[in-house]
């Protein structure tokens, strides 16, 4: 049993801890902000963190450097911001990669629900099926269906790395249309996009805000998007599953921290975010991207995760999807 000394030694010094602790949020930031990106320039991640990064520098008064860690299909970039010190200076651009890694890996250094601080997410946005305009005939989901099952097809398709929405979109179309296609993970939506553009790949199911300016420019071709309804950017783009009933997928993005990031600056940054998305400047902005703002307390952003690493996890499993 512990002496009535022994306890209020262990008071005094959790009192201390958490005086040093509110003493550094109510100093923060004084210096700049590195936001790590689990992926290269030019795809959707980054983009995302380059817009509301700039507008939330401006607020808090500190440069946000952009920091694109890509390899290992996101796990990297994971597993440096969950390693950095849990000050307030090291944010984390989570996406859907995060909850489908924790079934898809058979071994990975972190469990990315219990080692990460969540403090708010931004949007929801379809993922689209794309072409490439480069000789690839099909022009309807319909027709790419019966493309992929003619005798000697070969289907070239690109995902932004394994583990992402854009590959499991992938594993979930080909498991519920029986349409064999080549799987090729790259480091990131940018180079994937490249080699679209350049007929070396078929087709990508990609994030929306990375593929869209390609899709009107008419470097790539939209089939379809993923989610249940038709999206506002994309009008005249049916979904999948007008063609593929029961189809549907998306991918939503926020930013986390360190675990025991403090509470004070979790909850600041979170008000500054869910004030942006009440801008109709951004709300506009994300809105051309194909967005859907997901605004809410980090118990808001945590709960639509945990229901995304369940549901991402049954297709895992039905796919067969493994990564060592």
């Known amino acids: 049993m512990r002496s009535k ?14 005086a040093v602790g509110n003493a550094a949020a109510a100093d923060w930031p004084a210096r700049s902000i590195r936001w ?38 996101n796990n990297l970039g994971t597993e440096i911001a969950i390693k950095a010190a849990p000050d307030g200076y090291t944010w984390f651009l989570v996406n859907p990669a995060n909850a489908i890694n924790a079934s898809l890996y058979e071994k990975l250094n972190f469990n990315f629900l219990a080692d990460v601080e969540p403090i708010a997410g931004f949007i929801r946005v379809p993922n689209v099926m794309v072409v490439t305009n480069k000789n690839f005939a099909p022009r ?13 097809s070969k ?11 854009v590959h499991l979109s992938g594993e979930m179309f080909k498991m519920m249309t029986g349409v064999n296609m080549l799987h090729v993970p790259y480091k ?14 078929h087709v990508i199911f990609d994030n929306m805000p990375s ?6 420019s008419g470097d790539l071709r939209a089939l379809g998007v993923t989610t249940a309804q038709r999206s506002p950017a994309l009008p005249n783009v049916p979904t999948v ?15 986390g921290a360190p675990k025991g990031t403090p509470a004070a600056i979790v909850n600041r940054v979170n008000r500054e975010v869910n004030e942006l998305l009440r801008d109709p400047k951004m709300l506009q902005r994300l809105a051309d991207l194909g ?12 709960a639509i995760h945990k229901m995304e690493t369940e549901k991402w996890a049954k297709v895992v499993k039905a796919s067969g999807a493994k990564v060592q």
């Open 241 to 255: 599953a007008e063609t593929v009933p029961g189809y549907e997928a998306s991918a939503w993005f926020g930013v």
């Open 291 to 302: 967005g859907t703002p997901i605004a809410g307390s980090p118990s808001d952003f945590w």
């Open 36 to 73: 790590i990106v689990p992926y290269p320039p030019a795809g959707t991640t980054d983009i995302l963190a380059r817009i509301i990064g700039q507008r939330l520098s401006e607020k808090l008064g500190q440069t946000i450097v952009i920091d694109n860690r890509p390899g290992a299909g």
């Open 211 to 216: 593929s869209i300016g390609y899709i009107r």
């Open 5 to 18: 000394n022994g306890v209020l030694s262990i008071f005094v010094a959790a009192m201390a801890f958490f």
């Open 140 to 152: 309807t989901v319909a027709e790419f269906i019966a493309h992929g099952k003619a005798p000697g």
């Open 188 to 201: 990131g939506a940018g180079p994937a996009l490249i080699d679209m553009i350049a007929g070396q790949m």
């Open 155 to 165: 289907i070239n398709w690109a995902s932004s790395g394994s583990g992402t929405s």
